[in-house]
């Protein structure tokens, strides 16, 4: 694996089960439970033919970061995506890093709500809310 | 005639030469139906798209939901380059390993600069997911 770039530092990779996060990974984090912050490095298979950060791997780094928020939120239960809905400001690019702190918007007994504003070195680059259900509870 | 996968016609264009769509893919384009009115879009559900859960990951959905907006965007506009400005999509049911996934995109309407979208993703009669976007149309200065 690549060294981390000195802006990670003290990060540590974010533990993926899904097939396709770990195709796509890796991610990393810092912070306890419930405050955790994800961080991706924009990579050669992330990017469009304009080099930069492709929508899909925008779309899918956000359905893992608020994903594991969502997961931290209610200790772990099962959880599935039923919404999301994102605004694209404008393209990262290769080597840059994109970083979330997810926030839980509210808590219902079957509903979580999430919402996350991706950052690249302070700026908004992505935004997004989703809406995530408790599976077994109604 | 390159070999498609069971299920994808062997006319089928491959819609993902390169990149992001190139690495989750391949993509392809489908004939369209409704004398142009929908664009059509497919992939074969494989191992790496799955989630914890055995179904289609929710980023793989949206990546192809992404990815056939945009290139419907192109066609309609005949721009060069169309960027995703906002995608709002309802995960409505699960997705499975072997799965042909197709994607059927309208266009709601379309201006000088942008273009407002529409997709349904399907297995057979069965929807996966609705989303509708917003396109940029990259014009030049």
């Known amino acids: 694996m690549k060294p981390l770039p000195a802006k990670l530092s003290g990060y540590t990779e974010t533990k993926l089960i899904d097939p396709f996060e770990i195709f796509i990974g890796p991610v990393f984090e810092t912070g306890a439970k419930g405050a955790r912050r994800f961080a991706l490095v924009v990579d050669e298979r992330h990017v469009n033919m304009r080099a930069v950060l492709h929508g899909g791997m925008y779309m899918t780094f956000a359905d893992l970061a608020l994903g594991q928020a969502a997961w ?6 099962a959880v599935v995506t039923l919404n999301m809905q994102s605004q ?15 926030v839980i918007t509210r808590r219902t007994r079957s509903i979580i709500f999430i919402r996350g504003d991706f950052q690249v070195d302070g700026e908004t680059v992505f935004s997004c809310a989703s809406l995530w259900k408790i599976l077994g509870q109604d | 005639m390159v070999n498609r996968p069971a299920g994808i016609p062997e006319d089928a264009e491959d819609a993902s030469i390169g990149g992001f769509n190139k690495y989750v893919g391949p ?3 489908l004939s369209d139906l409704e004398e142009g009115a929908v664009k059509r879009f497919a992939f074969a559900a494989a191992e790496h798209h799955m989630n914890g859960a055995g179904t289609i990951h929710g980023g793989m959905l949206m990546t192809f939901m992404d990815v056939s907006m945009s290139r419907t965007s192109r ?32 266009v709601t309407r379309r201006t000088r600069t942008i273009v407002f979208l529409t997709s349904e993703i399907v297995c057979g009669s069965r929807t996966l997911m609705v989303g509708s976007g917003v396109w940029k149309i990259a014009v030049a200065e």
């Not at chain 1, 931290?72 to 239960?77: G, I, S």
């Not at chain 1, 694209?88 to 997810?102: N, Q």
């Open chain 2, 75 to 106: 066609l309609i506009s005949g721009a060069k380059s169309c960027s995703t400005v906002s995608l709002t999509c309802d995960f409505v049911g699960p997705g499975k390993l072997g799965d042909i996934i197709e994607s059927r995109v309208r």
């Open chain 2, 27 to 29: 993509l392809y384009r």
């Open chain 1, 88 to 102: 694209f400001l404008r393209g990262a690019k290769l080597g840059e890093i994109v970083e979330v702190r997810p």
């Open chain 1, 72 to 77: 931290d939120a209610c200790d772990h239960a």
